[in-house]
């Protein structure tokens, strides 16, 4: 499986925004969509948000609606995150990763996962 790119995170105070870039590499038409997922240290890895390649459904998990914003730029094979209203409780490290099929929350059911992005919300 080709490895997705993860990038734009950074330090950031808390109610400020970023926006993270996952490079696809234009295998788009083999996974049903792409995710965004975050951890921190001794934590399982939880899911964020996701988007599908035919229909455009998002998806996010309940922390980050009305916060973050899942898109996609098929021209450049890239998905996007972008992030507002910051909190500190946002601090992790980011990764997307190509989803195929089973419940989209589950980061088992995703694979090609990038190294991820550091992303930290001081307060």
């Known amino acids: 499986q080709v490895q997705l790119v993860e990038s734009g995170g950074g330090l950031v105070q808390a109610g400020g925004s970023l926006r993270l870039s996952c490079a696809t590499s234009?295998?788009?038409?083999?996974?049903?969509?792409i995710g965004w997922f975050r951890q921190v240290p001794g934590k399982e890895r939880e899911f964020v948000a996701l988007?599908?390649?035919?229909?455009?459904?998002?998806y996010y998990t309940s922390s980050v609606k009305g916060r973050f914003t899942i898109s996609r730029d098929n021209a450049k094979d890239t998905v996007y995150l972008q992030m507002n209203s910051l909190k500190p409780e946002d601090t992790a490290v980011y990764y997307c990763?190509?989803?195929?099929?089973?419940?989209?929350?589950?980061?088992?059911?995703?694979?090609?996962w990038g190294q991820g992005t550091q992303v930290t919300v001081s307060s």
């Open positions: 988007v599908t390649w035919s229909t455009d459904n998002k």
């Open positions: 234009g295998r788009t038409f083999t996974s049903y969509g």
């Open positions: 990763a190509r989803y195929y099929s089973g419940t989209y929350y589950y980061h088992g059911n995703y694979n090609g």
